[in-house]
């Protein structure tokens, strides 16, 4: 069965702390991992895709990499505009997606 | 830009009530799925669709069911509604096989049910 867990589940950091949010999943033919960004009472937001081992993408202060078990989410030099939740997800080739909890990230000023 | 609009944004029902959720996506997606979402069980699939009049049943379908009469809407429908059905439901579209796949999601309507 697939399957994508997140730690944290939260994550406290100061503005300008740099850190790492992990998504470890197993899954039986990946055709895609995927995160996003939650806002409180939103809707999740499309960060990155990612689609092989080795593969990184970045975006402002956030940077996606992929193993072949997980993906790192880095976070460089915060600013509390990024407190949201993060959530990993990875498609199969049954075209579905699986989603882990998240991980829910404050920045404080 | 990509635009998933999701017809209510809260909504507050009563035990037995028909609930219709409307969810609409203007980027000629052929797939379009419904999600709840609840605190510590994260995102649980409902029912998806690949197609026009095509349903797929997904991880938690029961109390549900779905109608996809045109390429861009995609309605869920609680046949009669009960408190454990009290969530926040969430619509998402994505492109067929040649696109990158990646879901794009609704702003989420809240439901309470009494």
């Known amino acids: 069965e697939d399957q994508v867990t997140q730690s944290p589940e939260a994550l406290r950091l100061q503005e300008g702390e740099s850190s790492s949010l992990n998504c470890s999943y197993t899954v039986s033919g990946l055709r895609g991992l995927f995160w996003y960004r939650q806002d409180p009472g939103k809707g999740p937001e499309f960060l990155f895709t990612?689609?092989?081992a080795g593969e990184e993408k970045e975006k402002e202060r956030l940077k996606a990499t992929l193993t072949k078990k997980e993906s790192f989410l880095h976070i460089t030099a915060p600013k509390p505009e990024d407190s949201a939740t993060y959530l990993c997800?990875?498609?199969?080739?049954?075209?579905?997606?699986?989603f882990g909890p998240g991980t829910r990230l404050s920045v404080l000023p | 830009d990509v635009k998933v609009t999701q017809s209510s944004r809260y909504l507050v029902k009563r035990t037995g009530e028909k609930v219709f959720l409307e969810c609409v996506q203007d980027m000629d997606h052929e797939n379009m799925f419904w999600y709840r979402q609840d605190p510590g069980l994260g995102l649980r699939l409902i029912y998806f669709?690949?197609?026009?009049?095509?349903?797929e049943k997904g991880d938690i379908p029961e109390g549900y069911s779905v109608s996809r009469e045109k390429k861009e809407r995609f309605s869920l429908i609680l046949e009669s509604a009960s408190t454990n059905q009290t969530s926040m439901y969430l619509c998402?579209?994505?492109?067929?096989?040649?696109?990158?796949?990646?879901?794009?999601f609704g702003e989420g309507s809240r439901l309470t049910v009494l």
């Open positions: 669709s690949y197609d026009v009049k095509m349903k």
């Open positions: 990612l689609y092989s």
């Open positions: 997800a990875v498609r199969n080739y049954g075209q579905n997606f699986v």
């Open positions: 998402a579209s994505s492109s067929g096989q040649g696109g990158s796949g990646e879901l794009f």
